[in-house]
């Protein structure tokens, strides 16, 4: 079965440095879509960052950026310039395309410092 | 644009009373949908997804239920609450699995 793992629970970082938050998930297939979401404290999901398995380039969203690493089964998230809008739960999901079944990780809970 | 609607935002529910949570979107036609379980300090568990109208698979074996009456609805149902039923339960949807997942805002549900 496929899983996601998030083994940093809590991190912190001064506003307008870079924090990088960590997921690696487990799987036998070859084609795959990652995500990373965010959850500010007032609940909603919001999507961050969507990488296709078979593009080796990674993607970015303006100051968000992930580090995919296929072999590894590592898909690494990077806020640069962090904002105290930043501060947030970031989960990180995986989907096998036709089970419909996205798996979200425990979650990473980030706070920006002033 | 495409909306969903998830209500109500809070809810409070004695053990054994029944449960009606209802979400809708818009803008969309033939999403798939889904019912998520967030329990506090974890992950997103899901419940339930549907590919369309009548069309609901289970993916953990509880105390509820769901159903689509119609395209863009999806209602999750208990007949009798449990104290672990509590949690905060998102609705969501999308056009095609791995495309990418929208969210309602949520329902807190408290069993008492």
């Known amino acids: 079965a496929q899983t996601v793992t998030q083994s940093q629970p809590e991190m912190s970082v001064q506003e307008a440095e870079t924090v990088t938050l960590s997921c690696t998930y487990d799987?036998?297939?070859?084609?795959?879509?990652l995500f990373w979401y965010k959850q500010p404290p007032s609940r909603q999901m919001i999507l961050v960052i969507r990488q296709e398995a078979y593009k080796q380039q990674n993607a970015t969203e303006n100051r968000f950026s992930v580090n995919f690493q296929k072999a590894a089964k590592s898909f690494s998230l990077k806020i640069s310039d962090s904002q105290l809008g930043d501060t947030a739960m970031y989960f990180c999901a995986f989907i096998q395309p036709g089970t419909y079944k996205y798996i979200f990780g425990t979650g990473t809970r980030l706070k920006v410092l002033a | 644009s495409q909306t969903i609607h998830q209500w109500p935002a809070t809810l409070v529910q004695p053990v054994g009373s029944p449960l009606s949570l209802e979400c809708t979107v818009e803008g969309t036609s033939n999403p798939n949908l889904y019912w998520y379980r967030q329990a506090a300090g974890r992950g997103l568990q899901l419940l339930f997804y549907?590919?369309?109208?009548?069309?609901i698979s289970s993916e953990v074996p509880q105390n509820l239920s769901a159903s689509r009456p119609q395209d863009r609805q999806f209602i999750l149902s208990s007949k009798k609450l449990l104290l672990s039923d509590s949690g905060f339960y998102l609705c969501?949807?999308?056009?095609?699995?791995?495309?990418?997942?929208?969210f309602g805002s949520g329902t807190q549900l408290s069993v008492l």
């Open positions: 969501a949807w999308d056009r095609a699995d791995g495309e990418k997942l929208f």
């Open positions: 549907s590919v369309g109208i009548g069309q």
């Open positions: 799987t036998s297939e070859n084609n795959y879509y």
